[in-house]
């Protein structure tokens, strides 16, 4: 195995994915926004779409969607917006 060093981006990467991401004011009305617009179409395929192996899988399909969408917000979301981290830098 290869010895990697502490600045190589992947282990930055891996590091960034598999550490806790607590909710904050910038994130958590994302994630209540997907995971509200994940609900509407939810209850859509249940109550337009026949019982079936197709219509199961449709939802466990928007609920894997739901979980992305809400791991990118919480690993790639900034908690505090860049042009106000400048602003407070330069004071």
Request: glycine share 4%; charged share 30%.
């Amino acid at each position: 195995m290869m010895d990697r060093k502490q600045g190589d981006p992947e282990r930055r990467d891996i590091k960034q994915r598999f550490k806790f991401h607590p909710g904050s004011g910038i994130t958590g009305p994302k994630h209540a926004e997907v995971r509200s617009a994940h609900l509407v179409l939810a209850l859509w395929v249940l109550d337009n779409v026949p019982a079936s192996r197709e219509r199961s899988l449709a939802l466990t399909a928007l609920q894997e969607s739901m979980m992305w969408s809400n791991a990118a917000i919480a690993i790639h979301t900034e908690e505090e917006p860049r042009r106000a981290r400048l602003f407070r830098d330069e004071a």
